[in-house]
């Protein structure tokens, strides 16, 4: 299989790059930072109305109904109506989530270093990441991804969302490759693997903890990875590239 594979696309978050903390984690800490104006709301009902809007703002960016210019902000502002407390510190509460959030990640281990052992093999690298155009270009932006990339993919902006086959098939035309000469390594069974093998790619599980793996198969509707791996740079074995790449890119 190795020798034909001309393409790899990888997932951004949790896989070419790491968070200190949860979504949910920096949105407790943003409420506790903002208190003294949230303090009427609590911060367990002031969390579950945050984490209804932004589900529901970001299926109708998911949908095309909204942008993500429109979305982001407007998770805030409609949880603030919502709760009847000031509107105005919307944008505050948003900047203040997404700089935390993009500071705190950085690269995996191997990741800059597995993306340029595949390009200097001759292995077109792309980035498939779902999430909005804003926030994602600072993750991409601060862990140096697209010095590393011959492209990248926000879902934002190709219009469509993993696991729908039509963002992959995207990626693969950019490639100039064929699917069946596509890895797609990510960590998401839905999003990643689901999503790419329906689209006809070669499915690469990420799962450094191990913890992903004991998933497969308790959902039907998911569909198993062709291989699994708990570091990045055995990405390069199965693309054919070699012992010494390897070790290169293991430093």
């Known amino acids: ?16 790059i790491v968070h200190r903390r949860s979504g949910i984690e920096q949105l407790r800490e943003g ?39 429109v979305a982001r902000p407007y998770t805030f ?12 510190l919307a944008p505050r509460m948003l900047e203040a989530f997404e700089e935390s959030v993009t500071e705190e990640t950085y690269p995996a281990e191997g990741a800059h270093e597995t993306m340029d ?21 600072r993750k991409i932006v601060k862990n140096q991804l697209e010095e590393h990339a011959d492209f990248v993919m926000v879902s934002e902006a190709a219009g469509f969302h993993k696991p729908d086959v039509r963002i992959f098939e995207i990626a693969v035309n950019r490639a100039g490759s064929r699917p069946e000469q596509t890895l ?29 793996r004991l998933k497969v198969g308790e959902d039907p509707a998911f569909h198993p990875p062709h291989h699994i791996i708990d570091r990045l740079d055995a990405v390069l074995d199965l693309a054919g590239v070699g012992q010494a790449a390897s070790a290169a890119a293991a430093g």
């Open 184 to 212: 797609m390594v990510g960590d998401n069974l839905e999003a990643d693997i689901t999503g790419s093998v329906n689209a006809g790619l070669v499915s690469v599980l990420y799962d450094p903890a191990g913890d992903r």
């Open 117 to 137: 052992a595949l390009r200097e093999a001759g292995i077109r690298v792309g980035v498939v990441t779902n999430g909005y155009v804003s926030m994602q270009t």
């Open 77 to 88: 502002i409609n949880t603030l109506r919502a709760l009847r407390l000031d509107e105005s």
């Open 31 to 69: 409420y506790r930072r903002f208190a003294e104006h949230l303090d009427i709301a609590g911060e367990e009902k002031f969390m579950r109305v945050l984490w209804e809007k932004a589900n529901d703002l970001w299926l109708m960016m998911f949908d095309g109904v909204i942008t993500g210019e």
């Open 1 to 16: 299989m190795g020798q034909s594979i001309r393409a790899v696309l990888f997932d951004m978050d949790e896989t070419l």
